[in-house]
């Protein structure tokens, strides 16, 4: 690659530089006895020879604060209907794949048998030990009143108190529990 060349190009262009557009730059680096110049040549797009790994949305990548997910909306409520759960909590555990026969009239695959990958989700069993009570403001839905269960298990009160004991007051035990 004759870097004269290059200049003289970009000088017939009008354009006034110091050094070739097309080379990115020069480095000196050592190994063992001898010294090495490493002569970096244009990359093609960067898009294509390197492209981004991962979504944007999931920035920043970094380990989670809590193990447990957490459910973030609801839909909204019909005061018709009678008191229901509203949301669960399910775990992706795993992947594996499935053969089914497609049901598609006019595909070519009409009636024949596919493999298609399915993502297993866990949900665990889940115990109620309160309702929450909402009202409507003119800023949105705020908590009104919370009612725990008569009888919540030691470890349901481990969970939610560190240091939930007789002693120590907390919401469970203040309503009589």
Avoid: W
């Avoid at 989670?64 to 759960?85: C, E, I, N, T």
């Amino acid at each position: 690659l004759d870097t004269r060349a290059l200049r003289t190009e970009a000088n017939h262009a009008n354009v006034a530089t110091s050094r070739p557009p097309s080379l990115s730059f020069v480095a000196t680096f050592r190994r063992r006895r001898d010294t090495c110049r490493l002569l970096l040549l244009p990359q093609s797009h960067r898009k294509f020879s390197a492209p981004r790994h991962g979504s944007l949305g999931f920035l920043p990548r970094k380990r989670s604060r809590r193990h447990r997910g957490k459910a973030k909306s609801f839909p909204r409520d019909d005061p018709s209907k009678p008191v229901h759960l509203t949301a669960f909590l399910g775990y992706k555990a795993g992947m594996t794949h499935i053969v089914r026969e497609v049901d598609r009239p006019g595909s070519k695959v009409n009636k024949k048998e596919v493999v298609e990958a399915v993502t297993i989700v866990e949900t665990p069993p889940m115990i109620v030990v309160g309702v929450v009570g909402y009202v409507n403001t003119p800023r949105g839905l705020r908590s009104f009143k919370t009612i725990f269960a008569e009888h919540v298990s030691d470890e349901c009160k481990r969970r939610f108190y560190k240091n939930c004991s007789s002693q120590a007051p907390c919401a469970l035990m203040s309503s009589g529990l």
